[in-house]
């Protein structure tokens, strides 16, 4: 999740550079429709808000995610390609760029499914959340005005296998890594893998907060990978939860997700045995070469925080 932290950041630009009639005319993020596979689409946002995937079948439509200021491009995507309700929506993880939108698509009366572990966060931290977003007055809350939070029809522990309109929909609780419950749905007959936030292209991973709770654990998030990247499943394309979609790209970018973690982590310990503060190395950090042209830099001056005490909290070994 990134928690609107980049939006939140731009937000905060406007109201520094723009009078505030500018401010009153926010719009939210435009999607962009990617076909990734055969009845696999994509709302891709190119510049870091989630993206949110949906697949088509006979039977019915799955969605895969839904922030509240972009599902209803979600809902309206799917009424120009098909004329099938939506069945089901699963979520990625309880965050409000990810969970929240639910509410656009109650007219189809879709299943909810989530993991145990999301539908508590939901009821949680994330209400409190989306209810003082519901009463502020700042125009990117705006969506929320009127909304309602939609909570989970079915919980499940593990994995949960889907069948229906002709495809297998295998939904896996990978852990917690980038929030408490992060979840992934493989289609194997069309090769996709929806990553949620556990995968984030060519942007710095959001550093899982909600409610000013940051969750995001780098050292889980490496194992979490590992045991991905491990099953060498058939997937032409892995979907971002932020970042452009890399069709084809396949586990390459599973591979240099994991690597951010290991080359960032290193480069953050080198400056703690430099005897530089967090403070220090947030002002000071050098992206290394490799992540320099990612876009959120306050996604990562936000994650070097993360680094920073989760080293010192567990120690220098891997
Ligand atoms: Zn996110």
């Known amino acids: 999740m990134s928690r609107f932290r980049s939006s939140a950041g731009i937000v905060a630009a406007l109201i520094t550079l723009a009078p505030i009639a500018a401010v009153a005319q926010f719009v939210p993020p ?19 808000s989630s993206n949110a995937s949906f697949v088509v079948t006979a039977d019915g439509v799955l969605v895969f995610d839904a922030d509240i200021r972009t599902a209803n491009q979600t809902m309206a995507a799917i009424r120009k390609i098909t004329d099938k309700k939506i069945k089901y929506v699963v979520m990625s993880h309880p965050s409000g760029d990810h969970a929240t939108g639910v509410w656009h698509f109650r007219e189809d009366k879709p299943v909810f499914i989530a993991t145990r572990k999301q539908m508590r966060d939901l009821y949680q931290q994330e209400r409190a959340e989306f209810i003082e977003r519901s009463a502020s007055p700042l125009p990117q809350h705006a969506g929320y005005k009127g909304a309602e939070l939609v909570h989970p029809d079915i919980g499940f522990d593990g994995a949960l296998t889907l069948q229906f309109g002709g495809l297998t929909f295998q939904i896996t609780e990978e852990g917690s890594a980038h929030s408490t419950s992060d979840v992934t749905l493989f289609v194997p007959q069309r090769r996709v893998m929806m990553m949620g936030d556990l995968l984030n292209t060519e942007i710095h991973p959001g550093p899982g907060e909600s409610a000013q709770v940051f969750f995001s654990n780098a050292r889980n998030w490496i194992t979490l990978l590992d045991r991905i990247i491990a099953r060498q499943l058939p997937v032409d394309t892995y979907i971002p939860g932020h970042g452009p979609i890399h069709i084809g790209r396949g586990v390459a970018d ?53 680094f920073y005490h989760q080293l010192l909290e567990r120690g220098f070994w891997p």
């Not at 055969?38 to 510049?47: I, K, N, R, S």
């Not at 599973?254 to 400056?271: G, N, P, T």
């Open 254 to 306: 599973l591979e240099e997700q994991r690597r951010y973690f290991i080359v960032m982590r290193d480069a953050v310990s080198k400056m703690i045995m430099a005897g530089r503060s967090v403070q220090q190395i947030q002002k000071e950090f050098v992206t290394p070469k490799e992540f320099a042209h990612y876009r959120g830099p306050q996604r990562q001056t936000a994650f070097i925080n993360l």
């Open 30 to 48: 435009t999607m962009e429709l990617k076909n990734v596979a055969p009845d696999v689409y994509t709302m891709q946002h190119p510049f870091g």
